[in-house]
């Protein structure tokens, strides 16, 4: 049986191809400043500034598998990658990416 691995806690940055971005844990409240009317953000990756906020109140697995997707939408940035595609198809990338990402780093 495959035994789960324990999810280390959220590191304060990430390396990617353009440089490291900053991660910061926020409250429900925070996050919701930055969504879309009826929109429930779980993390949000801030282009202009290269940062990422994941939402704080999910259990610590929750919060890595948003930030591995976040990560993704960065590395998509830095890659160029981001251009070429349209919104639907990036975000089906970022969550394919965070589930293999999760799968090899936690279990
Ligand atoms: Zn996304």
């Not at 490291?20 to 282009?47: C, I, N, T």
């Not at 990036?90 to 090899?104: K, T």
Request: aromatic fraction near 8%.
């Amino acid at each position: 049986m495959r035994k789960r691995k324990r999810c280390p806690p959220i590191p304060k940055s990430l390396d990617l191809p353009g440089g490291p971005v900053p991660v910061e844990v926020v409250s429900r409240k925070k996050m919701q400043e930055w969504a879309d009317k009826g929109e429930e953000l779980f993390g949000y990756f801030h282009e202009a500034e290269r940062r990422i906020s994941i939402l704080g109140t999910m259990s610590t697995s929750a919060q890595w598998r948003t930030l591995w997707h976040e990560w993704a939408h960065a590395l998509f940035q830095d890659t160029g990658l981001s251009n070429g595609m349209n919104l639907a198809t990036e975000e089906s990338l970022c969550d394919a990416i965070s589930s293999g990402l999760m799968r090899v780093w936690h279990g």
